[in-house]
Nanobody, 126 residues
Framework: EVQFVESGGGLVQSGGSLRLSCAAS????????IGWFRQAPGKEREEVSC????????YYAESVKGRFTISSDKAKKTVYLQMNSLKPEDTAVYYC???????????????????WGQGTQVTVSS
């Protein structure tokens, strides 16, 4: 069974930092791109960052570029999101998912598979 378990969220003041973890299981972790998504109240879910375990390439949404850093530990099958200089607009539930492998590979911002887990709540106070 494909599973994603997110952790590391919490309440932090504006300008603070958090490190999120995504533990994945049930599929061949090494060959997939893993993305971090977030959903704020009343807003659509968006992908904020992604890393390709095949090529090491990364993606960051403009809103987090320069503040967030994604990394992957293949031995632990875990993807991390280091979030620095947090802003109140970063408040959301954060989730991780893997991108479907198509004929071009498993690509960031492409189709995803698996079910949405509980996510981890990040709240940034002003």
């Amino acid at each position: 069974e494909v599973q994603f378990v997110e952790s590391g969220g919490g309440l932090v003041q504006s300008g603070g930092s958090l490190r999120l973890s995504c533990a994945a299981s049930g599929f061949s972790f090494d060959g997939y791109a893993i993305g971090w998504f977030r959903q704020a109240p009343g807003k659509e879910r968006e992908e904020v960052s992604c890393i390709s375990n095949s090529y090491g390439s990364t993606y960051y949404a403009e809103s987090v570029k320069g503040r967030f850093t994604i990394s992957s530990d293949k031995a632990k099958k875990t993807v991390y999101l280091q979030m620095n200089s947090l802003k109140p607009e970063d408040t959301a539930v954060y989730y991780c998912r893997a991108h479907v492998r198509t004929y071009t590979g498993s690509n960031c911002r492409g189709p995803i598979f698996g079910s949405w887990g509980q996510g981890t709540q990040v709240t940034v106070s002003s």
